[in-house]
């Protein structure tokens, strides 16, 4: 695999679904599963953990909480501890608050 692409195949719901990085807005983790939310009010549960799946993902995305991986492309606004993804608010855990500050400020103008 080269490191240009750009989506990815889950298997859910005895389904193989091609799954494009820039349309996933978040991952929440939910035990051994992932509920990866995609653009369009779609949602998937995929089973695998957050860990193994973080080190499959593309840069872009970020682990911001225990329980939550973000993709820093969908974000709209940062507001105090809050990541806001469209209509979803997710909360940035105290340990990984510094790791997103600085990311995000390699990305300011």
């Excluded at 692409?5 to 983790?29: S, Y």
Aim: hydrophobic share 40%.
């Amino acid at each position: 695999m080269t490191n240009q692409q750009n989506f990815t195949f889950i298997k859910t719901d005895r389904k193989l679904i091609k799954l494009n990085f820039d349309d996933i807005l978040f991952v929440k983790g939910l035990g051994n599963y992932v509920e990866i939310f995609v653009k369009n009010n779609k949602k998937y549960i995929y089973y695998k953990s957050l860990k193994s799946l973080i080190n499959k993902l593309p840069e872009e995305f970020m682990r911001v909480h225990n329980s939550y991986i973000i993709n820093l492309k969908n974000v709209a606004h940062i507001e105090d501890n809050h990541l806001i993804i469209e209509e979803h608010k997710i909360t940035v855990a105290k340990s990984y608050k510094d790791c997103l500050i600085s990311c995000i400020d390699k990305l300011l103008l």
